[in-house]
Nanobody
Framework: QVQLVESGGGLVQPGGSLRLSCAASGSISNIYAMGWYRQAPGKQRELVATMTIGGITIYADSVKGRFTISRDRAKNTVYLQMNSLTPEDTATYYC?????????WGKGTLVTVSS
């Protein structure tokens, strides 16, 4: 089993920045890919960014140039740096990691962008 715990969410003003973290623990060998999704109230969960273990990244068009996914292998932690935030980025952000053919999810961290 793998446990994922997100942190770093909160309230930020438009134009501000936040960095989300996702710490993994448990049977964390054989990781294949990692990513961030988000779900705004009343909307479906959507992809924000993903990265394979080889470093190939995919970003949603809405966050390209503003968000960056990265990983600290030594800390077993994945980050999502979010800059130039807008109210449209308000959502609960979830991290996910794939180990072998199993996907694991965290419980989410809330990001609210508001003045």
């Amino acid at each position: 089993q793998v446990q994922l715990v997100e942190s770093g969410g909160g309230l930020v003003q438009p134009g501000g920045s936040l960095r989300l973290s996702c710490a993994a623990s448990g049977s964390i060998s054989n990781i294949y890919a990692m990513g961030w999704y988000r779900q705004a109230p009343g909307k479906q969960r959507e992809l924000v960014a993903t990265m394979t273990i080889g470093g190939i990244t995919i970003y949603a068009d809405s966050v390209k140039g503003r968000f960056t996914i990265s990983r600290d292998r030594a800390k077993n932690t994945v980050y999502l740096q979010m800059n130039s935030l807008t109210p449209e980025d308000t959502a609960t952000y979830y991290c996910t990691e794939r180990y072998g053919n199993m996907d694991y999810w965290g419980k989410g961290t809330l990001v609210t962008v508001s003045s």
